[in-house]
């Protein structure tokens, strides 16, 4: 069992930045690759980047392909998503979420049933 626990969101204006945090309770932090996805309403959830077991790999939603950037710190237990340059779409729920991927390195999940666990979410509200 995972438990994982957001912060770091707020209102901010278009053009801004936040950084949002991930820490996990698992001692086996590394086991997992990691995700952030996000929700607006009336929309569906939809991944918006991802990073392998040991942040080798990374991949991106085209939509925040140069703005947004994951990394994590195993020895922390927290993944990071560093967002620049913000818009108003950019405003949703922002979740954490992790996919046990022992024996799959490079493996990065990018669809929401291949992760095993998720945050309560934090509110990224950007406005225009």
């Known amino acids: 069992q995972v438990q994982l626990v957001e912060s770091g969101g707020g209102l901010v204006q278009a053009g801004g930045s936040l950084r949002l945090s991930c820490a996990a309770s698992s001692r086996t932090f590394s086991n997992y690759a990691m995700g952030w996805f996000r929700q607006a309403p009336g929309k569906e959830r939809e991944f918006v980047a991802g990073i392998s077991r040991r942040g080798t790999y990374t991949y991106y939603a085209d939509s925040v392909k140069g703005r947004f950037t994951i990394s994590r710190d195993n020895a922390k237990n927290t993944v990071t998503l560093q967002m620049n340059s913000l818009k108003p779409e950019d405003t949703a729920v922002y979740y954490c979420?992790?996919?046990?991927?022992?024996?799959?390195?490079?493996?990065?999940?990018?669809?929401?049933?291949?992760?095993?666990?998720w945050g309560q979410g934090t509110q990224v509200t950007v406005s225009s």
């Open positions: 979420a992790a996919d046990f991927a022992l024996g799959v390195g490079g493996k990065v999940p990018v669809r929401l049933y291949e992760y095993d666990y």
